[in-house]
């Protein structure tokens, strides 16, 4: 009698015990299916964040360009040499502008929202921190908080006084045509031609924190591409 409840008793506890283990271990299968398909819509959302940032940075890259020849024609004129000046209100404008970069944080700020470790790969964590914390910092620093990298602040309103008396203005009352700039005094040309020299220094210096980081942004968008591949 005492073997047979004691048979009883064990096969009881060996269907628990293995019931246990089993919801457990579904349990836990679940949990990592969840955190699986969290981290891998994460990366994706940073993934298409990186795409639409390369994009806004091109933009911004092509817009100081344009800023770069402005600065040549004005160089140009300066100096004497016929240059065509049909959009020349469009150049003038292009000298002093500046360009704001637009990064996309919602993804990161949903990452960290969410835990960091999300991402189970501690390399690519770091290489995902060192990204917004560290390199779109530099560019927001530049174009935002350094008050030397203020092309329109810094130096517009001086140019514009040393060069309003040779401005031409059609009836719309928009810029047409420089007239009589070979009139404008030594002194005054050589001021002109220390700030433009300022504004090129700032944007090639830009143009280049712009090349590293798309540089560090691609090689991101890599790397979350080949660990999606591996879930």
């Known amino acids: 009698m005492k073997q047979r409840n004691w048979k009883k008793y064990a096969l009881e506890f060996a269907s628990i015990f293995v019931a246990v283990v089993s919801a457990f271990a579904?349990?836990?299968?679940?949990?990592?299916?969840?955190?699986?398909?969290?981290e891998q819509k994460i990366l994706s959302e940073i993934k298409n964040s990186l795409k639409i940032d390369v994009h806004d940075f091109k933009i911004n890259i092509y817009g100081n360009g344009i800023s770069l020849r402005a600065d040549t024609i004005f160089r140009n004129l300066l100096d004497g040499v016929a240059v065509a000046q049909d959009s020349i209100g469009t150049h003038y404008t292009s000298l002093f502008r500046d360009y704001i970069p637009i990064i996309n944080r919602s993804a990161y700020e949903s990452l960290k929202a969410n835990n960091l470790k999300t991402i189970t790969n501690d390399s690519l964590r770091i290489q995902i921190i060192a990204l917004y914390d560290?390199?779109?910092?530099?560019?927001?620093?530049?174009?935002?908080?350094?008050?030397?990298?203020?092309?329109?602040?810094?130096?517009f309103s001086r140019v514009n006084t040393l060069l309003h008396p040779f401005m031409e203005f059609n009836q719309a009352g928009n810029l047409v045509k420089f007239n009589g700039l070979d009139q404008l005094g030594k002194d005054e040309k050589k001021e002109i031609l220390s700030y433009l020299w300022r504004m090129r220094n700032n944007r090639v210096f830009k143009l280049r924190k712009y090349d590293q980081i798309i540089a560090q942004m691609k090689k991101l968008e890599q790397k979350i591409t080949q660990e999606l591949k591996q879930k």
Do not use: A, G, Q
């Open 134 to 155: 560290y390199h779109y910092s530099i560019i927001e620093k530049l174009e935002y908080e350094v008050p030397e990298m203020k092309s329109y602040k810094n130096y």
């Open 26 to 38: 579904l349990n836990n299968w679940n949990d990592h299916r969840v955190n699986t398909e969290s």
